[in-house]
């Protein structure tokens, strides 16, 4: 049963670390052009985040 419970556990952090985060941004200041951008995601994901 503790074998079977670790192999369990094991598959399924494999499963959560693979997800991405996404935040929702109201307001957001790209510092690039100095603007503020309304009503942007920023997708993050293992090792790299992208608009």
């Known amino acids: 049963m ?3 419970t670790l192999l ?3 598959l399924l952090s494999g499963m959560f ?3 991405s985060t ?3 941004c109201g ?3 790209d510092t690039k052009t100095g603007k ?5 995601t920023i ?3 293992e090792i ?3 608009l």
Request: no cysteine.
């Open 2 to 4: 503790k074998k079977i």
């Open 8 to 10: 369990l556990g094991l």
């Open 17 to 19: 670390h693979a997800q």
């Open 22 to 24: 996404y935040l929702h």
């Open 27 to 29: 307001n957001l200041v």
């Open 36 to 40: 503020v951008v309304t009503n942007k």
């Open 43 to 45: 997708i993050v994901s």
């Open 48 to 50: 790299k985040s992208r």
